[in-house]
C-alpha cells in the first residue's frame, strides 16, 4: 500500500485502536512517500514486538 503523505496523520497497525491483537502471520506493508522536497519523519509512541531469533516475529523495516 502506498500512502502519499501530504499532512501530519497517524497510522496505527491492525487492530491496534480495538486494543486486540491482530490475526496471526498477518503481513502489513506501506510505503511512505513525501512530495517532491519534503520528508516523511515517523514517530513511535508504542512497540510492542515479540522476541525471536532474527526479528522472525515481529518487525520493522
Do not use: W
Request: glycine fraction near 10%; proline fraction near 5%; hydrophobic fraction near 35%.
Amino acid at each position: 500500500k502506498v500512502i502519499i503523505v501530504r499532512q501530519p496523520g497517524i497510522l496505527y497497525s491492525q487492530g491496534f485502536e480495538k486494543n486486540s491483537n491482530y490475526p496471526i502471520n498477518v503481513q502489513c506493508a506501506y510505503q511512505l512517500q513525501a512530495p517532491l522536497g519534503m520528508h516523511v519523519r515517523i514517530h513511535f509512541s508504542t512497540l510492542d514486538v515479540d522476541i525471536s531469533d532474527g526479528c522472525g516475529g515481529d518487525s520493522v523495516s
